[in-house]
Protein backbone atom coordinates (compact mmCIF):
# COMPACT_ATOMS: atom_id res chain seq x y z
CA UNK A 1 0.00 0.00 0.00
CA UNK A 2 1.23 3.22 -0.64
CA UNK A 3 1.82 6.67 1.23
CA UNK A 4 -0.44 8.30 -0.16
CA UNK A 5 -3.10 5.53 0.40
CA UNK A 6 -2.22 5.10 3.68
CA UNK A 7 -2.83 8.51 4.69
CA UNK A 8 -6.00 8.70 3.14
CA UNK A 9 -7.69 5.80 4.46
CA UNK A 10 -6.33 7.16 7.77
CA UNK A 11 -8.27 10.05 6.87
CA UNK A 12 -11.08 8.05 5.80
CA UNK A 13 -11.70 6.29 8.62
CA UNK A 14 -11.22 9.10 11.26
CA UNK A 15 -13.47 10.69 9.53
CA UNK A 16 -16.03 8.29 9.93
CA UNK A 17 -15.12 7.70 13.43
CA UNK A 18 -14.98 12.34 14.10
CA UNK A 19 -17.70 12.79 11.81
CA UNK A 20 -19.94 9.53 10.79
CA UNK A 21 -19.71 10.17 6.98
CA UNK A 22 -17.26 9.12 4.97
CA UNK A 23 -15.67 10.94 2.10
CA UNK A 24 -13.42 10.15 -0.59
CA UNK A 25 -10.51 12.63 -1.52
CA UNK A 26 -9.74 12.97 -5.03
CA UNK A 27 -6.49 14.53 -5.54
CA UNK A 28 -5.41 16.34 -8.65
CA UNK A 29 -2.28 16.54 -10.57
CA UNK A 30 -0.29 19.72 -10.59
CA UNK A 31 3.16 21.09 -12.02
CA UNK A 32 6.23 19.10 -11.23
CA UNK A 33 8.90 21.23 -11.89
CA UNK A 34 10.89 22.99 -9.52
CA UNK A 35 9.43 26.40 -8.22
CA UNK A 36 11.25 29.41 -8.16
CA UNK A 37 11.29 31.89 -5.55
CA UNK A 38 8.87 34.60 -6.81
CA UNK A 39 9.89 37.44 -3.96
CA UNK A 40 13.48 37.23 -4.83
CA UNK A 41 13.65 40.61 -6.13
CA UNK A 42 12.60 42.11 -2.64
CA UNK A 43 16.07 41.94 -0.09
CA UNK A 44 14.92 41.17 2.73
CA UNK A 45 12.58 38.56 2.21
CA UNK A 46 14.64 35.13 2.34
CA UNK A 47 13.86 31.46 2.38
CA UNK A 48 14.32 28.67 4.93
CA UNK A 49 13.55 24.76 3.93
CA UNK A 50 12.28 22.40 7.02
CA UNK A 51 11.50 19.20 7.01
CA UNK A 52 9.24 18.11 9.64
CA UNK A 53 6.95 14.97 8.70
CA UNK A 54 3.79 16.01 7.02
CA UNK A 55 4.58 19.03 5.01
CA UNK A 56 0.18 19.80 4.78
CA UNK A 57 0.94 20.51 8.61
CA UNK A 58 3.90 21.75 8.77
CA UNK A 59 2.98 24.19 6.19
CA UNK A 60 0.19 25.39 8.58
CA UNK A 61 2.79 25.98 11.50
CA UNK A 62 4.92 28.10 9.29
CA UNK A 63 1.56 30.05 7.76
CA UNK A 64 0.85 31.28 11.09
CA UNK A 65 4.14 33.10 12.04
CA UNK A 66 4.15 36.81 11.51
CA UNK A 67 6.79 38.02 9.08
CA UNK A 68 6.34 34.44 6.88
CA UNK A 69 4.56 35.37 3.68
CA UNK A 70 4.26 31.87 2.27
CA UNK A 71 5.10 28.49 2.97
CA UNK A 72 5.39 25.94 0.33
CA UNK A 73 4.96 22.00 0.29
CA UNK A 74 7.63 19.55 -1.52
CA UNK A 75 10.05 17.39 -1.48
CA UNK A 76 13.77 17.94 -1.07
CA UNK A 77 17.34 15.71 -0.10
CA UNK A 78 17.01 13.27 -2.34
CA UNK A 79 19.37 11.12 -4.85
CA UNK A 80 17.25 11.65 -8.28
CA UNK A 81 17.59 14.80 -9.96
CA UNK A 82 13.26 15.56 -9.38
CA UNK A 83 10.65 14.52 -7.65
CA UNK A 84 7.07 14.07 -7.52
CA UNK A 85 4.65 12.50 -4.70
CA UNK A 86 4.05 8.88 -6.86
CA UNK A 87 8.21 8.53 -7.40
CA UNK A 88 8.47 9.31 -3.52
CA UNK A 89 5.58 7.24 -2.74
CA UNK A 90 6.90 4.65 -4.32
CA UNK A 91 10.30 4.17 -4.44
CA UNK A 92 13.35 5.15 -1.97
CA UNK A 93 14.47 7.96 -3.42
CA UNK A 94 15.55 9.70 0.03
CA UNK A 95 13.28 12.86 -0.28
CA UNK A 96 12.34 14.03 2.16
CA UNK A 97 8.64 15.95 2.70
CA UNK A 98 9.72 19.83 3.01
CA UNK A 99 8.41 23.21 3.02
CA UNK A 100 10.45 26.23 1.65
CA UNK A 101 8.98 28.92 4.11
CA UNK A 102 9.37 32.43 2.49
CA UNK A 103 10.27 35.29 5.31
CA UNK A 104 10.61 38.69 5.81
CA UNK A 105 13.88 39.00 7.54
CA UNK A 106 12.74 42.36 8.89
CA UNK A 107 9.88 40.83 10.82
CA UNK A 108 11.65 37.23 11.84
CA UNK A 109 14.80 36.36 12.07
CA UNK A 110 16.16 32.88 10.68
CA UNK A 111 17.27 32.11 14.05
CA UNK A 112 13.36 32.18 15.13
CA UNK A 113 12.15 29.67 12.40
CA UNK A 114 14.85 27.48 13.99
CA UNK A 115 13.36 27.76 17.48
CA UNK A 116 9.56 27.79 15.97
CA UNK A 117 10.37 24.71 14.06
CA UNK A 118 11.92 22.06 16.84
CA UNK A 119 8.92 23.25 19.24
CA UNK A 120 6.36 21.84 16.16
CA UNK A 121 8.19 18.46 15.86
CA UNK A 122 9.57 15.35 17.41
CA UNK A 123 13.48 15.96 16.87
CA UNK A 124 13.61 12.23 18.76
CA UNK A 125 12.14 9.81 16.14
CA UNK A 126 14.33 8.79 13.05
CA UNK A 127 11.54 6.67 12.02
CA UNK A 128 9.41 9.58 10.55
CA UNK A 129 6.60 12.01 12.39
CA UNK A 130 3.43 11.24 14.19
CA UNK A 131 1.84 8.66 12.91
CA UNK A 132 3.15 9.09 9.46
CA UNK A 133 6.43 6.59 9.25
CA UNK A 134 8.87 6.11 6.43
CA UNK A 135 12.06 8.07 4.83
CA UNK A 136 10.18 10.97 3.48
CA UNK A 137 8.62 11.81 6.87
CA UNK A 138 11.70 11.89 8.47
CA UNK A 139 12.67 15.86 9.93
CA UNK A 140 15.40 17.64 9.08
CA UNK A 141 16.62 21.30 8.85
CA UNK A 142 18.41 22.36 5.14
CA UNK A 143 20.68 25.12 6.05
CA UNK A 144 21.48 27.43 2.84
CA UNK A 145 24.95 29.04 3.42
CA UNK A 146 27.81 29.08 6.10
CA UNK A 147 25.66 31.96 8.32
CA UNK A 148 22.42 29.13 8.38
CA UNK A 149 24.61 26.36 9.07
CA UNK A 150 26.21 28.26 12.16
CA UNK A 151 23.34 29.42 13.61
CA UNK A 152 21.47 25.99 13.55
CA UNK A 153 24.29 24.12 15.10
CA UNK A 154 24.69 26.71 17.74
CA UNK A 155 20.49 26.04 18.25
CA UNK A 156 21.00 22.43 18.37
CA UNK A 157 23.81 22.85 20.89
CA UNK A 158 21.52 24.47 23.50
CA UNK A 159 18.55 22.49 22.82
CA UNK A 160 21.19 19.18 23.87
CA UNK A 161 21.40 20.98 26.67
CA UNK A 162 18.44 22.18 27.21
CA UNK A 163 15.47 20.49 26.33
CA UNK A 164 12.52 19.54 28.65
CA UNK A 165 12.85 15.53 27.57
CA UNK A 166 15.44 12.77 27.87
CA UNK A 167 15.43 11.10 24.86
CA UNK A 168 18.40 11.90 21.92
CA UNK A 169 17.67 14.49 18.93
CA UNK A 170 17.88 13.03 15.89
CA UNK A 171 16.84 15.64 13.46
CA UNK A 172 19.81 16.10 11.18
CA UNK A 173 21.41 19.74 10.04
CA UNK A 174 21.59 18.90 6.40
CA UNK A 175 23.17 20.94 3.55
CA UNK A 176 20.29 22.52 0.91
CA UNK A 177 19.57 20.30 -2.01
CA UNK A 178 17.38 21.44 -4.49
CA UNK A 179 13.63 21.69 -4.16
CA UNK A 180 10.59 20.36 -5.84
CA UNK A 181 7.30 21.78 -5.44
CA UNK A 182 4.70 19.10 -4.31
CA UNK A 183 1.50 19.00 -6.57
CA UNK A 184 -1.14 21.80 -6.32
CA UNK A 185 -3.53 19.67 -4.55
CA UNK A 186 -1.12 19.78 -1.99
CA UNK A 187 -0.41 23.36 -1.76
CA UNK A 188 -2.39 24.94 1.26
CA UNK A 189 -4.43 21.95 2.14
CA UNK A 190 -5.51 22.66 5.41
CA UNK A 191 -6.95 25.30 3.65
CA UNK A 192 -8.86 23.93 0.98
CA UNK A 193 -10.14 20.95 3.34
CA UNK A 194 -10.15 22.37 6.20
CA UNK A 195 -12.27 19.65 8.16
CA UNK A 196 -9.76 16.50 6.42
CA UNK A 197 -7.15 18.16 7.38
CA UNK A 198 -8.20 18.43 10.94
CA UNK A 199 -9.53 14.87 11.39
CA UNK A 200 -6.15 13.99 9.83
CA UNK A 201 -4.23 15.95 12.26
CA UNK A 202 -5.61 15.07 15.03
CA UNK A 203 -6.02 11.73 14.63
CA UNK A 204 -1.80 11.19 14.13
CA UNK A 205 -1.30 12.80 17.34
CA UNK A 206 0.82 15.76 16.28
CA UNK A 207 -0.03 17.99 18.38
CA UNK A 208 -0.51 15.63 21.49
CA UNK A 209 3.08 14.66 21.16
CA UNK A 210 4.53 17.96 21.03
CA UNK A 211 2.79 18.79 23.91
CA UNK A 212 3.94 16.11 25.68
CA UNK A 213 7.58 16.99 24.77
CA UNK A 214 7.67 20.95 24.83
CA UNK A 215 4.89 21.37 26.72
CA UNK A 216 1.58 23.72 25.69
Same mark, same amino acid.
Given at each position: ? @??LTKRLVTIGLLSLVYL?? /?????? +????? @?? @???? %?? #? +???? $? #??? &?????? *?? =?????? $? ?13 ? @???? !??? $? ?18 ? /? ?10 ? *??? =? ?6 ? +? ?6 SYRSAIFYGDADERETVEKSLAELQK /??? &???? =???? %?? !?????? %? !????? +???? $?? /?? =? ?5 ? #? ?10 ? *???
Amino acid at each position: M @SKLTKRLVTIGLLSLVYLGV /NQVLVA +QEGDQ @SP @SKDS %LA #T +QPNM $K #TAV &FAGGCF *WC =IESDFE $KVDGVSEAESGYTGG @SKET !ADY $KTVSYTETGHYEAVRVHYDS /NKVSYSELVEFF *WRH =IDPTDDKG +QFCDKGSSYRSAIFYGDADERETVEKSLAELQK /NKP &FDAE =IVTP %LL !AAAPFY %L !AEEYH +QDYY $KK /NP =IRYRVYR #TGCGRDRRVEQL *WGS
